[in-house]
């Protein structure tokens, strides 16, 4: 399992992103909806080690360490960070990320092999910005599992791309399900390699029920209170409020002590 608690980032002149919590399991989809591509990339960011947080955890089963954290995650098709360039060519883009891998493994420099072998044969002489979006972020994600030690996939802003959600989200459910990442060698029977998947979002889909959550739903769980004990201060104040008109309707009838005056003519 994937958690936060409190998880909150400062930027230089802002927050980047207020105060989340969230847990993800194996298996399964979480999406979280945040505002802007900036909290967007922050909070993939953070739940994959690579930007640390201000205050707050993340945590990856049963280790808090953010090295491996890092090591057993990847995030996928971040804007500014690694999100493919459309004058790359799909060969090249294969080079660059396989080289990345820590794990020495027969294709890495072997990118056209390695293309052709995982079933992406059809876009070998293509570049990026002629991929569809669905075609692109199936290869994206199956580079990222070249490396054997991912158990977390966290995919920055796939609705960016399409507003069709059936081009993005069947492949992250087929992620979480184990069924991506398998390679051509993998015998039929072995074991699923089921991951934690995390989309950070736009906008929700329409109809999804699969797990959610919201970026900055602590902090705003938190603003609850303030609010409340105001209420609750308020019926001292009116009290007071009645006692400083007191000393006015006094004033007003002051004029009585003029009577001893009119007596003595």
């Given at each position: 399992?994937?958690?936060?608690?409190?998880?909150?980032i400062d930027g230089r002149r802002h927050t980047l992103l207020p105060?989340?919590?969230?847990?993800?399991?194996?298996?399964?989809?979480?999406?979280?909806?945040?505002?802007?591509?900036?909290?967007?990339?922050?909070?993939?960011?953070?739940?994959?080690?690579?930007m640390k947080p201000t205050t707050g955890t993340v945590v990856l089963?049963?280790?808090?360490?953010?090295?491996?954290?890092?090591?057993?995650?990847?995030?996928?098709?971040?804007?500014?960070?690694?999100?493919?360039?459309?004058?790359?060519?799909?060969?090249?883009?294969?080079?660059?990320?396989?080289?990345?891998?820590?794990?020495?493994?027969?294709?890495?420099?072997?990118?056209?092999?390695?293309?052709?072998?995982?079933?992406?044969?059809?876009?070998?002489?293509?570049?990026?910005?002629?991929?569809?979006?669905?075609?692109?972020?199936?290869?994206?994600?199956?580079?990222?599992?070249?490396?054997?030690?991912?158990?977390?996939?966290?995919?920055?802003?796939?609705?960016?791309?399409?507003?069709?959600?059936?081009?993005?989200?069947?492949?992250?459910?087929?992620?979480?399900?184990?069924?991506?990442?398998?390679g051509p060698n993998v015998p039929a029977d072995s074991a699923l390699?089921?991951?934690?998947?995390?989309?950070?979002?736009?906008?929700?889909?329409?109809?999804?029920?699969?797990?959610?959550?919201?970026?900055?739903?602590?902090?705003?769980?938190?603003?609850?209170?303030?609010?409340?004990?105001?209420?609750?201060?308020?019926?001292?104040?009116?009290?007071?409020?009645?006692?400083?008109?007191?000393?006015?309707?006094?004033?007003?009838?002051?004029?009585?002590?003029?009577?001893?005056?009119?007596?003595?003519?």
């Open positions: 399992m994937l958690s936060t608690n409190q998880l909150h105060a989340t919590t969230l847990e993800a399991h194996r298996a399964e989809v979480l999406l979280v909806q945040a505002d802007g591509q900036e909290r967007r990339t922050a909070l993939a960011l953070a739940l994959t080690g690579r089963g049963h280790d808090d360490s953010m090295a491996s954290l890092r090591r057993r995650s990847a995030v996928v098709d971040a804007p500014a960070v690694n999100a493919p360039e459309h004058h790359l060519s799909v060969r090249s883009l294969a080079s660059e990320d396989l080289a990345l891998v820590p794990t020495k493994f027969r294709d890495r420099t072997r990118p056209t092999e390695w293309l052709v072998t995982h079933g992406f044969r059809d876009i070998l002489e293509k570049w990026v910005e002629e991929i569809t979006p669905n075609r692109l972020l199936h290869l994206q994600l199956e580079l990222a599992l070249a490396n054997p030690d991912v158990d977390l996939l966290v995919v920055d802003s796939p609705d960016r791309h399409t507003a069709d959600v059936d081009a993005w989200l069947p492949l992250l459910e087929r992620a979480a399900a184990g069924l991506l990442g398998r390699r089921q991951l934690l998947v995390v989309g950070v979002v736009g906008l929700l889909p329409d109809g999804w029920d699969g797990r959610t959550a919201v970026a900055g739903n602590a902090s705003s769980a938190g603003c609850t209170t303030p609010p409340t004990e105001q209420e609750e201060t308020t019926p001292p104040t009116e009290p007071t409020t009645s006692t400083a008109e007191t000393p006015t309707a006094e004033t007003t009838e002051a004029p009585a002590p003029t009577a001893p005056p009119e007596e003595s003519k």
